[in-house]
């Protein structure tokens, strides 16, 4: 894959990607060659009977080296802004599990679209103030067909104006596409 180096100064780095893209490898190899300790959120929120995302979530925790410290089910918008000190290096993945989580919880699926403002604007604010290095994975899901549902047109809408904001305020962001990392900003 191609280098994405970290540098002596805190970085932002945002991975986009279709799914199975190799977004998630990506960010993973980032983290990886950062060279220290990796403090990996993991933003799922795993439902018993769906055995296909289980079987997702297995796949990614078998890919994450053994040192890697991991937070379940975690809220970045909260986690980054604990105020201890930070790891060399945190790894978000991924956004679109978290605003699901989020639209979930406001119970916004048919609500109007921004019902999820608090929470979006709260995890954008996060990122922008975190003093650490971060790697940042989230779903690229407007290049493909328009969704026949309201809720799948809601997520699309949501997480492409996250998605947005996200690369506005990260230092870098990628696009992998079939495994290829190309450099957005």
Known sequence: MSEAPLSAAPRS???LGGA?????AYAEDIAIRSGGPVRYLATAVPDPADHDFAERI???????????STVESADPAVILTDPTPTPVLTLIDDIGTWLTARIDARDAWDAPRGTVSPDTDALVAAVAAYSGDLVIVSPEVGMGVIPATRSGRLFRDEIGTLNQRLAQVCDE???????LPVRLK
């Open 58 to 68: 297995a796949g990614h925790r078998s890919r994450r080296p053994a040192g890697w």
């Open 173 to 179: 962001a990628f696009l992998v596409v079939a495994g």
């Open 20 to 24: 199975r893209s190799g977004k998630s």
């Open 13 to 15: 780095t945002l991975v």
